[in-house]
């Protein structure tokens, strides 16, 4: 059986935030691969638990400890991609910002190449038997390629989300050794249809094996129930930053509470982030009387889904100005809770009007505060879609069919 190197942000580390990305995915990893070899580019934040038969190496960790990072962008093979790319775009020499990021790019790409060098020895990892797998398109991926260049028994696979994926997400729109790398890897997978068809228009020329392959969710065990109260309960799960607009999220809420100062609303957010003190005291500034907010900053994936079982739920709610395709959401409509989502990235795969409310890519906040409002004075509507989440989730997202199909892709790949 093949060896699978996993390539991470951090995880099992929680800093990256990819718990709830991966860690159904591992299971099925094991069951079909000699060994699964996780490598965290970063060790920070708690360590989760894993399966004893997966192994995590923390050594690229330690190696990127070197400060003088500028020496590796000296090397032949970084010079070589550096020319290389300003052949093939020249604007490049134009603009500061895209020369910056070429060339932190490659130093990044460099060093890693170095360690993976020693990293193939020291764990006597046969290239022709085992399958280097880089959870985001980043300069990992250029790193394996630029080893690829030289030994073409290596096999690269790579999944992609949103800020590894869009090119418009840069100013100006450009990702680093985007075309090099899609002539050498063997597999790409984006998150979602959208990514996927974005990448056929992007580029002219595309020879890798390219396929949408969902994120997976367990099935929950359970459904949600509604709210049986005089209350309407509201959830929300991100990390908070600029993009995630939770302060748009608030101002939404503020105008629907103020709409119907007769009835009282909770809201829930999990998620931290380097706006929470901001965002936590807009909310304690702006929201009226009548609408509770609390902020539970990062709790594991399992007591989410803990609360989802034991406490009623009305609607979940995204208000992002960019997504890849949201696990959060994916979580949600597992359990049967409608949704209110913004059309950005792949969220218009996972809400429509049979199971939510699919809102403009830029809403306002009162548009924000009418789709709430709506579900709650529609209930017999709105109980549809909550069955019709439930559906959606099975029809397209459930793990037990995802990840058998993925892995098949991976095997027919090493093969």
Known sequence: MTDLILITGSYP???????????????????????????????????????KEVIVDESYSQFTNDSNILKYFLSLDSIRLFLSEIIKQPKILISFNMQLRLVKHLMLATRAKLWLKKFIKFNNINKSESLFYTFWFDFFTTALCLLKNRDSSFRIVTRTHGYDLYEERYNPPYIPCRQNNLNLIDGLFPCMNKGTQYLKEKYEYIPVNLKTSYIGIDEPGFLNTPSTDKL????????????????????????????????????????NGPLFSEIKNLAENLLPENISCIFHSYVPNEIIMNYYRNNPIDVFINVSSSEGQPVSIKEAISCGIPVI???????????????????????????????V???????????????????????????????????????????
Not at 20 to 37: D, G, H, M, P
């Open 13 to 51: 580390y929680t800093a990256a935030a990819e718990t709830t990305f991966i860690n159904q995915e591992i299971k099925f990893l094991l069951n079909n691969f000699n060994r699964v070899i996780i490598v965290p580019q970063i060790c920070k934040g708690e360590r989760i638990k894993l399966p």
């Open 232 to 271: 309407w309960r509201i959830v929300s799960c991100s990390y908070i930053t600029e993009i995630k607009r939770i302060d748009l999220l608030i101002k939404g809420l503020a105008v629907m509470a103020k709409r119907m100062p007769e009835h009282k609303f909770i809201w829930n957010h999990f998620g």
């Open 341 to 371: 989502a913004t059309d950005v990235g792949g969220n218009s795969e996972i809400v429509t009007n049979k199971n939510g409310i699919l809102l403009r890519s830029d809403p306002t906040a009162e548009e924000i505060s009418t789709a």
């Open 373 to 415: 409002l709506y579900l709650m004075e529609n209930p017999e509507e709105t109980a549809g879609k909550r069955k019709a989440s439930r559906a959606l989730w099975a029809q397209l997202y459930d793990s037990n069919v995802i990840y058998p199909a993925f892995i098949e892709e991976l095997i027919k790949i090493r093969e």
